[in-house]
């Protein structure tokens, strides 16, 4: 470490660049290390529009709380939770309905429930026998044992057969990712299920290897190769309310309506540009998507800006609509349902909102939150209001056979919403975390690198960001570095 820089007295001043979940996240992480150490500082958070959160803001409406993008994370992160509780949030969080325990695809024409055990799922109706058989033959194929990369296809073809790769694994990726499982790469996305190959030698010997272990050590329901460990959970008010009560608690350190155009370095400093002001720092957070990072950073650096632009993002759009319960054809009780991409259905899938967190709609109404777009459907961001309404009725009515119009509904548009984490992203991170390790006070977080889910932004507030505050001796305590299993 530079001695040099070490100081209790000088005055620290970082930036962070975005105002999203991770940015927020970091800024509040960052001050709470910066006041444990003592540390005079100014923290300066730079966000382009008027409101911050990006993707992740709620809106409540005529009894309906409305997510405009995420709809909620998963109990198993438990930095989540400490940020919640350190924002004295705990006893407004809210978990899904256990009904949203069942899960549906629509495939061959019919609404299927996803089996929740291997063995009822052999029995379903969702595979043809031989793509049956070529599933159960997963436990007796080699695992795979150098570290290359890998498309999600290659990876179920191999493991599981083409037949589960279409049919399950495919509209799996679309909820999460709105990806293509023939471009994205299966260590980025899913590194638990390389993890069970590489550990256990197949995905079926690490579930019963995991079952045992569970048996042994009595310990908490976790997950399955297809389904993460842990509960859907939100807040009083929807996933916004995280990000509102973070830009609440940090409001003194935030400019909104800031857009920063440039990142450059003047002796040992960083130079911060936003509509013709200069700004020198410390230290800085990048927390934009990578394709605005890319645009900041080309001038300090062409390279990595060259690889921020790499990473690619998939237009998405999200229609919540509304009914009125009694003249729905039947009760909608589960999670919701995906859709395949070979059954021709424009939609990605559909959440059934008012059974997941049925706080979130009047209870005489059935409100739903069908999604469009991926990296397969870039145009969906082209159709008109009424164009997009009348897609969802439509594929409400083939897939639900609900056959009356909404009675009312609201469009969230994201461009560039999800990134898309194809062959050679790891190495592309790798690369982003080599260049910051040469640049001490430079770090990248948030869902374009590490994680797309809020839980993984959330994580990187705590663990990555921190590193900032480094060349001044200032070292985040031992919070846990490994993800949970
Ligand atoms: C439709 C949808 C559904 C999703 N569902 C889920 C879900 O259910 N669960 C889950 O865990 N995750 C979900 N996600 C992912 C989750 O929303 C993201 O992980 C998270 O919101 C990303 O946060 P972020 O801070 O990295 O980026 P963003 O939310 O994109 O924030 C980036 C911020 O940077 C600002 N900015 C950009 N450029 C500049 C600039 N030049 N100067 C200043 N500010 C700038 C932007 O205005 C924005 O506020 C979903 C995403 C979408 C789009």
């Avoid at 940020?83 to 969080?93: A, H, P, Y």
Wanted: proline share 6%; net charge neutral.
């Amino acid at each position: 470490m530079n001695q040099d820089l070490k100081s209790s007295s000088k005055t620290i001043r970082v930036a962070i660049i975005g105002g999203g979940v991770a940015g927020l996240s970091a800024a509040f992480r960052i001050r709470e290390e910066l006041r444990a150490a003592n540390q005079p500082h100014e923290l300066v958070l730079y966000e382009q529009n008027e409101r911050c959160g990006g993707a992740t803001q709620s809106q409540q409406i005529d009894g309906y709380s409305l997510d405009l993008g995420p709809n909620g994370w998963l109990s198993s992160e438990p930095l989540t939770g400490r940020l919640v509780d350190q924002l004295g949030l705990t006893s407004e969080l809210i978990t899904a309905n256990t009904a949203a325990g069942h899960r549906f695809i629509y495939t061959r024409n019919r609404l299927q429930k996803i089996p929740e055990t291997p063995t009822k799922f052999l029995l379903s109706g969702l595979l043809r026998p031989w793509e049956k058989l070529r599933v159960v033959k997963e436990y007796f194929t080699p695992a795979r044992s150098d570290d290359g990369d890998e498309t999600i296809y290659d990876f179920g073809c191999r493991r599981l057969g083409r037949g589960f790769a279409e049919t399950m694994l495919d509209p799996m990726v679309s909820g999460i990712f709105a990806g293509d499982i023939h471009q994205l790469s299966l260590p980025a996305t899913f590194p638990k299920m390389r993890a069970m190959e590489l550990n256990y030698g197949g995905l079926f010997r690490a579930m019963f290897a995991k079952q045992k272990e569970k048996k042994k050590a009595q310990a908490d329901p976790g997950g399955s190769p297809t389904g993460p460990a842990g509960v859907l959970t939100t807040l009083q008010g929807g996933t916004g309310r995280l990000s509102s009560e973070l830009a609440s608690v940090m409001s003194d350190v935030i400019r909104k309506g800031n857009a920063v155009s440039a990142l450059s370095r003047q002796s040992d400093q960083f130079v911060v540009s936003c509509d013709g002001d200069h700004q020198q720092y410390d230290s800085v957070v990048m927390a934009v998507p990578a394709y605005q990072a890319a645009e900041i950073v080309k001038d300090l650096t062409p390279e990595i800006s060259q690889t921020l632009q790499k990473i690619s993002f998939a237009n998405v759009a999200v229609v919540s609509h509304a009914y009125d319960r009694k003249t729905l054809p039947r009760e909608l009780n589960g999670f919701g349902h995906l859709i395949p991409r070979r059954d021709g259905i424009r939609a990605l899938g559909c959440l059934w909102t008012s059974c997941i967190f049925p706080n979130q709609a009047p209870t005489s109404k059935v409100l739903l939150r069908t999604i469009f777009g991926g990296s397969h459907d870039p145009e969906i961001l082209s159709l008109s209001d009424s164009e997009l309404i009348e897609t969802v009725v439509e594929s409400t009515a083939t897939t639900l056979g609900i056959r009356t119009n909404p009675l009312q509904t609201w469009i969230f548009r994201h461009p560039q919403g999800i990134a898309q984490y194809t062959l050679g992203h790891r190495e592309r991170v790798q690369q982003i975390e080599q260049f910051c390790e040469q640049l001490p006070g430079l770090v990248f977080v948030g869902a374009s690198y590490r994680g797309v889910a809020l839980n993984r932004c959330i994580r990187d507030a705590y663990t990555i960001a921190p590193r900032v505050l480094l060349p001044w001796g200032i070292n985040a305590p031992s919070l846990s570095e490994k993800p949970p299993n």
